[in-house]
């Protein structure tokens, strides 16, 4: 992968640190799905076509700006319900797994729509999504952004889930969601660049590539205060490189 790819994620880790909380004693976690297919090239003049994954395990979005509890902050609350009223401090907050699911634009140009519970459709088109679904239709979007995509010799797919806007949260809407959720759609600062899925699997066809098993999604989070210098050099090392290339 491109060190120019990189620029982006450090940069947006370092404008996060501001929000971050040394006390974010509850990060966010992966996210794990069953297995499915990935195209591995792209052109603008592609059909569209989706997938999607029902994810399998409970997991852990943490908003940044916590005040530790009990009682907490709104998202200190946020970050510990655990859907009994009670602040459990060993599950995850997201319990309720199996009505999310993991949709992606297999050609990866950004034609998977963005959605509110109640409100519908927003017009934005994304590479992926990360969205709660119920019975009801209803579909709220609560992760998303642009995908990069590249697949190795001996088979092995490497994927970056980027998030946009940088490691926001899109919020329930106040009128459907939980006793602690009552930010009404805004945008909510996470711990979370982004997720990257390394895995192993077969290609088919050319450029259809098919896992051979279930798959993680790993969590790439935002350093927290402590990590400050390091985000620095990793910031100079990105743009050395950069140059570098250049002198190529």
């Keep these: 992968m491109k060190v120019m790819r990189f620029l982006p994620l450090v940069f947006a880790a370092c404008l996060m640190i501001p929000y971050a909380s040394a006390d974010l004693d509850r990060p966010s976690s992966d996210i794990t799905i069953g297995s499915g297919s990935f195209t591995t090239t792209n052109s603008f003049f592609d059909v569209f076509t989706e997938i999607s994954w029902q994810v399998s395990s409970p997991f852990q979005i943490s908003l940044l700006g916590e005040v530790p509890g009990p009682p907490g902050n709104p998202e ?6 655990n859907g009994a009223g009670t602040w459990n401090w060993t599950n995850h907050n997201f319990a309720d797994y199996p009505h999310y699911w993991l949709t992606v634009d297999t050609r990866y140009n950004g034609n998977v729509p963005v959605s509110r519970y109640l409100a519908g459709p927003t017009g934005e088109k994304l590479d992926w999504t990360l969205s709660y679904t119920d019975t009801s239709g209803g579909i709220q979007t609560v992760l998303g952004g642009d995908l990069q995509v ?8 490497s994927a970056f889930f980027l998030v946009t806007p940088a490691t926001m949260y899109r919020t329930f809407e106040d009128e459907f969601a939980n006793y602690v959720e009552h930010f009404n759609s805004q945008l909510k600062p996470t711990d979370i660049v982004g997720y990257q ?17 279930p798959m993680t999604l790993q969590v790439q989070a935002v350093p927290l205060p402590g990590s400050l210098v390091l985000c620095g050099i990793g910031v100079a090392f990105a743009a050395t490189a950069r140059q570098l290339r250049r002198r190529k």
Excluded: K, M, P, R
């Design 197 to 213: 899925l390394t895995a192993s699997g077969i290609v088919v066809g050319g450029d259809t590539w098919t896992s051979t098993g």
């Design 76 to 81: 200190w609350e946020f970050n510990h319900y």
């Design 150 to 157: 590249s697949l190795a010799v001996d088979g092995t797919l």
